[in-house]
């Protein structure tokens, strides 16, 4: 048994797995060692696989070899393990090793939706809090906990779409901070930007806060639909997470029914009524039935 240490990271793993290829060694002889793994009682020492090898260089699918590095990012204890076999068979002329309809090819496949969804998540729930204008460091600060290693790869969504803004991420293993010209990724994640992600100074929350609870519809909560699309992991690290149980508890106690909030419910005015064709084309939102 092979029991390999890298430093944890794709390119790491790669060095290793190219010389282990040329040395002919099989994916159940291979022991990975990687990002702190210890290895088991019985596992031997860790061994340093050599890349010098008189054989030749095995010849493999760009395609394949960008497919196993999004999958690295998602975390499990045999991470590398199934990425190396699928590299072996590959290697040995068996491509249905990179097919969903493959035993292999098909966890590939599962985890790289899951690193797409992360990275979807990153986006969609990331909040920045901008900092006071004397403040030194990054402008805006934001506290994220993405269940794969994502960060470093998606984050360069945001440098497309702040300018020249400085700004800071910071995750409980790794960081990245964006000076307003080249992004900056550290891990582990130093202490000091996962104080100044936990601990905003943000005088806008207030107002956020006022904004959105205004804009809760209770009429048109959907639980189910709620927690699949903003997963309950979430709520904690959002500026308006400790108001959704409570915007939903009103809509479960009446709020459901008047279909607008109270206070809105108060002002005179007008009932607008609206035909079949308008409900239909206007999908009940801008005119709702008020028996529904």
Not at 26 to 46: I, M, S, Y
Request: aromatic letters at 8%; glycine letters at 8%; charged letters at 20%.
């Amino acid at each position: 048994m092979h029991s390999v240490q890298f430093d944890g990271s794709f390119t790491g793993w790669r060095e290793a797995a190219r010389g282990l290829l040329q040395q002919g060694v099989a994916p159940h002889q291979v022991n990975w060692l990687g990002d702190g793994d210890t290895g088991g009682l019985f596992d031997h020492a860790p061994v340093s696989i050599s890349t010098q090898s008189e054989a030749p260089a095995p010849r493999i699918p760009k395609q394949l070899l960008e497919l196993l590095q999004s999958a690295a990012r998602f975390r499990i204890a045999d991470r590398w393990s199934l990425l190396y076999r699928i590299l072996w068979r590959v290697a040995q002329g068996d491509r249905a090793a990179m097919l969903a309809g493959d035993i292999d090819g098909s966890q590939l496949h599962k985890r790289l939706k899951a690193v797409r969804r992360e990275t979807h998540h990153l986006h969609a729930f990331l909040r920045f809090h901008p900092r006071p204008e004397n403040a030194e460091g990054p402008q805006l600060v934001a506290w994220h906990e993405p269940a794969h290693d994502i960060l470093r790869s998606a984050s360069g969504h945001f440098a497309e779409r702040l300018g020249r803004s400085t700004w800071l991420i910071a995750t409980p293993d790794d960081g990245v901070y964006w000076d307003g010209q080249r992004l900056h990724h550290q891990r582990p994640c130093p202490s000091e930007w996962q104080r100044l992600a936990q601990n905003p100074e943000d005088d806008g929350a207030a107002l956020w806060l006022a904004y959105y609870g205004s804009t809760f519809n209770p009429a048109r909560l959907n639980r189910s639909a709620l927690q699949n699309n903003l997963p309950v992991r979430f709520w904690k690290n959002l500026p308006e997470g400790p108001l959704i149980p409570q915007l939903m508890s009103q809509a479960r106690a009446g709020a459901q029914r008047n279909g607008q909030a109270e206070a809105v419910a108060r002002q005179g005015g007008k009932r607008i009524h609206c035909s079949a064709t308008k409900k239909a084309a206007l999908n009940e939102s801008v005119c709702p039935d008020p028996l529904r």
